[in-house]
């Protein structure tokens, strides 16, 4: 078990550029959340994807943002024409199990810093 | 709208001090209250999940609990490796997702 996992781990970026992040879940979760965490703030959600369906988006999920899980493996967050306020932690939590009984597990996050 | 809070947003303790960190919450339906552990630049690290009211779990010098309307984290004789974030997030019936909605932490310094 080699945990969730996100790449890249930091990405600096100008404002009005696009940037895809990417997350692979532990094997066999059928369950992917995303979430964005800025300082001092707990992480908030995103999204989320039960095996390759989106099935829940935040009102913090703008236009600008899009997400896949194209197989119902790894997943991806896109965010295009990237502003100073997208600026934040994102992170990738994957689970398995009966809904609302599982256990979330986390990825080391990809840390956005838009200039 | 679910709402968690976590007191004190930090404490500063002694190796060997006893103390207990709060998460009280307003939600319609409570499915679970997860603690979690977040060392800075990291992901949060899964510790405990409480399903219902005078449940307790244990791990090390860490013990949660669980009432109705709030649970506490119970640090015994803490070590400056136990300094970290402290996360509380709950999940809850409404909508269909079993998303988390966390609170905004507690900073735990241990010093020795």
């Known amino acids: 078990d080699t945990g969730v996992s996100q790449d890249p781990r930091h990405k600096i970026t100008k404002r009005g550029q696009n940037v895809t992040f990417r997350c692979d879940p532990i094997s066999e979760h059928n369950r992917l959340y995303w979430y964005r965490q800025t300082l001092g703030q707990g992480p908030e959600f995103l999204t989320y994807f039960q095996n390759e369906a989106q099935l829940e988006k935040s009102r913090l999920l703008s236009d600008r943002f899009s997400a896949e899980r194209p197989k119902g493996s790894f997943s991806t967050l896109e965010i295009q024409r990237t502003e100073q306020g997208d600026s934040a932690m994102y992170l990738c939590?994957?689970?398995?199990?009966?809904?609302?009984?599982?256990?979330?597990?986390f990825g080391p996050g990809t840390r956005l810093l838009v200039l | 709208e679910d709402q968690v809070t976590q007191s004190p947003e930090a404490l500063r303790l002694q190796e060997g001090e006893s103390s207990s960190l709060n998460c009280s919450y307003t939600v319609s339906g409570l499915r679970g209250l997860f603690w979690y552990r977040q060392d800075p630049g990291k992901g949060p690290e899964f510790l405990f999940t409480l399903y219902s009211a005078g449940e307790e779990k244990e791990k090390e010098r860490l013990k949660a609990t669980l009432t109705k309307k709030e649970s506490f984290l119970h640090i015994t004789a803490p070590k400056p490796e136990d300094s970290a974030t402290y996360l509380c997030?709950?999940?809850?019936?409404?909508?269909?997702?079993?998303?988390?909605?966390f609170g905004t932490g507690t900073r735990l310094q241990v010093t020795l």
């Open positions: 939590a994957s689970s398995l199990g009966p809904l609302g009984q599982e256990t979330q597990y």
């Open positions: 997030a709950v999940q809850t019936n409404t909508g269909t997702a079993s998303k988390l909605t």
